[in-house]
């Protein structure tokens, strides 16, 4: 059998590796059209706990980062003066150029012919079995295809930049600074005893006021925006503390999640597709190049369990993989919406509520607590401090309606929240503002759309509710994700309260979301409330 793999970086070298292992008489040639020593980006980042697949399948990973590689196991997140540090994620780096350097090596230890400075394209690999395409987002192979993988592409809004630096960080660390034109985050962490990885993010109009959308992006691969590094530079000087931004193809871009139904085609050739040629997710989860490594694992073993069944192989391949990627790519979705909005968290939050709210994308208050005990406990004293009482447990007030706590009954009607009771007086809830001078306390309610494409509607519904001032904005349906997002901007934009309503929101989750900022209250059924010992 004759595979040619398109593509020399990690998911690539890695495939090539485990399938001349597994028969080493099949033909394996690898076509990367960058010469060897080649490497867009700096650092490759991992979490230890997420390996366990890719060291079983090879040693190569686990020897670089041992011999090669840097660990560690906070996080800090840095904003206005303070510096607040999440322990408990075990992670790694090394620079790219390095694990390249030993996965090349590895491939051509086992027998795979590694041909450097070539491109390929569909049309020049008539004489293969397989091809499988490894070469990244803007795939070649992909789109010589014919076939429907069923992709779909959502474009981020936020800007990032990648650089490195020759100033060591000690471990993952997100800096946020207000300068003259907006809020700028970087996403720092150590990759060699020399060299940190740089990235920075902003939102598009902040980027265009600094006058950073003057960079000529029609130039060739391999220029960068020298300008943008030069302000960057300034911007976190203190931080940097008196070192260098390092530049690498450096410039402006707009991450772009693809989620693919299909990862294989049979015309006009077997084609397989593995790692960012099919999917991505946003790199604040650190995730791409294990996925593609993982994509490499289940492709090599479905070709092994089903020998000269390329149809099965490439059936099976996708069966194992797909649901692991979905994962990560479901997880990594409120992780981008947060650097798409963490601008507006900077001007609202306090740096407490920032970090507890950044940490807590993605995970509960209790899962925090056990991986950092003393972030979490922190949090919690923070908010005591402000109001006397732990967050469900808080009393509200606003426009005249009361609760004596944060978890309050919501009662539906044909379906939709339409009462909420508190022990004292009910507050109705309607999509329209009440034609009434009484003063009576109302509630507006607002639907969240199922994508985050219709919240502009939902966006205009609550501009014109909130002229009328309601006590509460109460938000229901949609996803989580785009209930939060509606409620913040209840919140952040309107300074109108946020009632999340869900009735599937268990105490834990309840409180993340009081004491993040999310919501100002949540909402479910009576019984709920009930279970959670809270007086309906």
Not at 165 to 192: C, K, M, N, Q, W
């Amino acid at each position: 059998m004759r595979i040619a793999v398109v593509g020399g970086g990690p998911g690539g070298l890695f495939f090539a590796t485990l399938l001349r292992r597994a028969d080493p008489a099949t033909e394996v040639t690898v076509f990367e059209r960058n010469k060897p020593d080649d490497t867009f980006g700096f650092g490759v980042v991992f979490s230890d706990r997420t390996l366990a697949g890719i060291h079983e399948a090879d040693p190569v990973l686990r020897k670089a980062l041992a011999e090669h590689g840097t660990h560690w196991d906070d996080i800090e997140v840095r904003l206005k003066g303070e510096r607040l540090r999440c322990g408990g994620n075990g992670m790694a780096a090394i620079v790219r150029k390095t694990l390249l350097s030993l996965m090349q090596q590895r491939a051509g230890e086992v027998g795979a012919d590694l041909r450097f400075a070539t491109e390929v394209r569909l049309s020049d690999l008539d004489g293969y079995d397989l091809v499988v395409a490894a070469d990244g987002t803007g795939s070649l192979i992909r789109e010589g295809l014919t076939a429907d993988l069923g992709v779909e592409v959502d474009t981020a809004t936020a800007k990032f930049i990648w650089f490195g630096t020759d100033h060591v960080f000690d471990s993952l660390t997100f800096l946020h600074e207000r300068g003259p034109h907006g809020v700028f985050a970087v996403h720092a962490y150590p990759i060699s005893e020399d060299v940190s990885t740089f990235i920075v993010e902003t939102d598009e109009e902040s980027w265009q006021r600094a006058g950073l959308d003057e960079f000529d992006v029609s130039r060739p691969p391999g220029v960068s925006d020298l300008a943008s590094r030069d302000y960057l530079q300034t911007l976190f000087a203190e931080h940097l503390d008196g070192h260098r931004l390092l530049v690498n193809n450096s410039r402006w871009g707009n991450f772009r999640t693809r989620r693919s139904r299909t990862w294989h085609s049979l015309d006009p050739r077997p084609v397989a597709l593995l790692g960012d040629a099919v999917h991505t997710a946003h790199f604040s989860v650190g995730s791409g190049t294990k996925m593609a490594m993982e994509d490499a694992v289940a492709l090599s073993a479905a070709l092994a369990a089903h020998p000269g069944d390329l149809e099965a192989a490439l059936t099976a391949y996708e069966a194992a993989a797909q649901p692991s990627v979905r994962r990560i790519q479901d997880s990594a979705r409120p992780s981008l919406a947060w650097w798409e909005h963490f601008g507006s968290y900077y001007e609202h939050f306090e740096p407490w509520q920032f970090a507890y709210h950044f940490f807590t994308r993605s995970i509960s208050d209790a899962r925090l607590a056990r991986r950092a005990p003393e972030l979490a406990g922190a949090s919690h004293r923070e908010w005591v401090t402000r109001h006397g009482a732990e967050p469900l447990d808080t009393p509200f007030e606003h426009r005249g309606w009361t609760s004596p706590t944060r978890a309050v009954a919501v009662v539906t009607q044909h379906e939709v929240p339409a009462t909420v009771l508190t022990g004292g007086r009910p507050l109705a809830l309607t999509e329209r503002a009440p034609d009434r001078a009484d003063g009576e306390p109302w509630g507006a309610r607002v639907a969240a759309p199922e994508t985050e494409q219709g919240l502009a509607g939902a966006h205009r519904l609550l501009a014109e509710l909130a002229d009328h001032h309601p006590a509460v904005a109460a938000v229901h349906g949609g996803t989580s994700l785009t209930r939060s997002l509606l409620c913040e901007r209840a919140r952040l934009r309107h300074r109108l309260p946020a009632l999340l309503v869900d009735p599937a929101l268990d105490a834990d989750q309840a409180a993340t979301a009081v004491l993040s900022g999310r919501a100002d209250l949540v909402g479910v059924p009576v019984a709920v409330l009930r279970e959670w010992g809270v007086p309906a």
